[in-house]
């Protein structure tokens, strides 16, 4: 990807939200924080040149209070990484990108990424996806997504 070397991902919660910090080919760092840590500490502080946060999207399916503390706190990450290029990542894109098919589940993406970066391994032979869990997945997805597609200025 021209002029990135470090990508913040962020899978949004309502309470919590889980990151990663991608250089392309490695996590720099990765977690599962309160929805507030990630505007100050990761966003503004972070090394990463570019956001990319995963956005929700309709169905037509009943939506509960979560999914709308969500969104706002989308917005707020949005408008904290400014002036960093931020891009929302939709939940078909990366099942699409990842396993070519949007009946794909959270188990086809973990294990799409594994094919893709290597086993976890172990603590004396670590690998890439080693201390990947929950959440930290679906960031890492979002990441690794955004990483290897195009961004919308740079054309589809």
Known sequence: MACMSTLLAIDPGPAESA???WDGSRILDKGKVPVGAIDWYLIRDSQADRVAIEMIASYGMPV???VFETCLWIGRYIERADPKPTRLVYRAEVKMHL???MKA????IRQALIDRLGAPGKKASPG???GVSGD???ALAVAVTAWETPWPEEGR
Do not use: Q, R
Request: charge should be positive.
């Open 128 to 130: 890439v996806t080693y």
């Open 19 to 21: 990151y990663v910090l």
């Open 99 to 101: 396993c070519k098919s």
């Open 136 to 138: 930290v997945w679906a």
């Open 64 to 66: 509960g209070k979560e």
């Open 105 to 108: 589940k959270d188990g086809n």
